[in-house]
């Protein structure tokens, strides 16, 4: 399973991923999820989205 945690910072431009802050769990217009939050290192807004079964995870269920 996917790490919410960890998504791609285009100003950083990490490929194996930076860590997010202040995540938090977002629908899209098309109804998918995805989490959305900050880098930790240059503080640039960060988005990944998410597969049902990280999106379940993520959210408890």
């Known amino acids: 399973m ?8 285009v100003k ?7 860590e997010m ?3 938090e769990i ?3 217009k098309n109804g ?4 959305k939050g900050t880098c930790v290192k ?3 807004g960060m988005y990944r ?5 990280a999106a379940a995870a993520a959210e408890g269920k």
Do not use: H, Q
């Open 2 to 9: 996917a790490d919410v945690t960890r998504g791609y910072c």
């Open 12 to 18: 950083c431009r990490d490929k194996a991923g930076r």
């Open 21 to 23: 802050k202040d995540v």
């Open 26 to 28: 977002v629908t899209m």
């Open 32 to 35: 998918r999820k995805a989490a």
């Open 42 to 44: 240059c503080g640039t």
């Open 49 to 53: 989205i998410l597969s049902k079964e």
